[in-house]
């Protein structure tokens, strides 16, 4: 059974970097996607980004290009996401979700089949 | 604003059938077959539901369904059930350099 485990709530101040981690187990973790997704309060899904492992491809959310780095360590099977420059609305829970590769190459749907439990980021000064 | 837009709320009895729609552009929706929707429940992670338009993954309902037509996707649920009560959200493949948008989220009520 795939399982995605995230590292736990931060509370950041504004201006500050912030990483979250995704440990995967239980599958093979270079084969598929890592995409990074948020929800903010009272708010829907945002997809921010993702990677795939065995290549190192990644692509980001217009929105956040420039502020985001996702990476992923193939001998740890733990994927990365930090985001700079924090703002008060970047306060969100965060999760990690698997997905085939295809989404990434325009040849499938964002169909994310496994999730990590979310990771509650604040910040605040 | 989402990319994709769904009504904020839909209601049905027990027993009844809802449809939810997700209207896109040309660019999403309405250029690819590639529609997923998630079941969101308060404090727990999405669950895909449908993806590829109208395939369900193992061990979703029957009950569930997807469907698409020009622009707009739709998600439909017969024979509601109270546990069927939660956020709906959909999503799509996109020719931008943002891969995926979502929807901004529909909860869905059974009265």
């Known amino acids: 059974q795939v399982q995605l485990v995230q590292s736990g709530a931060e509370v950041k101040k504004p201006g500050s970097s912030m990483t979250v981690s995704c440990k995967s187990s239980g599958g093979t973790f270079s084969s598929f996607a890592i995409s990074w997704v948020r929800q903010a309060p009272g708010q829907g899904l945002e997809w921010m980004g993702g990677?795939?492992?065995?290549?190192?491809?990644?692509n980001y959310a217009q929105k956040f290009q420039g502020r985001v780095t996702i990476t992923a360590d193939e001998s740890t099977s733990t994927a990365y996401m930090e985001l700079s420059s924090l703002r008060s609305d970047d306060t969100a829970v965060y999760y990690c979700?698997?997905?085939?590769?295809?989404?990434?190459?325009?040849?499938?749907?964002?169909?994310?089949?496994?999730w990590g439990q979310g990771t509650l980021v604040t910040v605040s000064s | 604003q989402s990319a994709l837009t769904q009504p904020a709320s839909v209601s049905g009895s027990p027993g009844q059938s809802i449809t939810i729609s997700c209207t896109g552009s040309?660019?999403?929706?309405?250029?690819?077959?590639?529609v997923s929707w998630y079941q969101k429940h308060p404090g727990k992670a999405p669950k895909v539901i449908i993806y590829d338009v109208s395939k369900r993954p193992s061990g979703v309902s029957d009950r569930i369904s997807g469907s698409k037509s020009g622009n707009t996707a739709s998600l439909t649920i017969s024979g509601l059930q109270a546990e069927d009560e939660a956020d709906y959200y959909c999503?799509?493949?996109?020719?931008?350099?943002?891969?995926?948008?979502f929807g901004g989220g529909t909860k869905l009520s059974v009265l």
């Open positions: 990677v795939i492992p065995i290549f190192g491809t990644t």
């Open positions: 999503s799509s493949y996109t020719n931008t350099s943002t891969l995926g948008v």
């Open positions: 979700a698997r997905s085939w590769p295809d989404f990434f190459y325009g040849s499938g749907s964002p169909h994310f089949d496994y």
């Open positions: 040309s660019s999403d929706v309405g250029l690819y077959n590639f």
